[in-house]
């Protein structure tokens, strides 16, 4: 089992910026690949980002792509997600996740967090 929780959501004007970070704890986290996803009111869960274990290899969502950055630290334990430029399109509640291969599927994943609000004013 991997337990992941995030910290960092919260409401920003458009043009902000926010640090998401996620906390693993549990079985290795650096055996795991991790993704970013996001849900907004009334709309499925979208992929954002995901990073591979040995930092090798990120994607990113077309519409975040060059706003958002996802980072990790293995040591720490720890994913990132740097989010830039905010637009009001960008709220939704944000989902970090652990898979052990690197995904934009939400099904690929195999442990999530619990989600934290980021909410954009325009």
């Known amino acids: 089992q991997v337990q992941l929780v995030e910290s960092g959501g919260g409401l920003v004007q458009a043009g902000g910026s926010l640090r998401l970070s996620c906390a693993a704890s549990?079985?290795?986290?650096?055996?795991?690949?991790m993704g970013w996803f996001r849900q907004a009111p009334g709309k499925e869960r979208e992929f954002v980002a995901s990073?591979?274990?040995?930092?090798?290899?990120?994607q990113y969502a077309d519409s975040v792509k060059g706003r958002f950055a996802i980072s990790r630290d293995n040591a720490k334990n720890t994913v990132s997600l740097q989010m830039n430029s905010l637009k009001a399109e960008d709220t939704a509640v944000y989902y970090c996740a652990a898979g052990r291969t690197q995904s934009r599927s939400a099904s690929n994943y195999d442990y999530w967090g619990q989600g934290t609000q980021v909410t954009v004013s325009s």
């Open positions: 990073i591979t274990v040995n930092y090798g290899i990120i």
């Open positions: 549990g079985r290795t986290f650096s055996v795991y690949a």
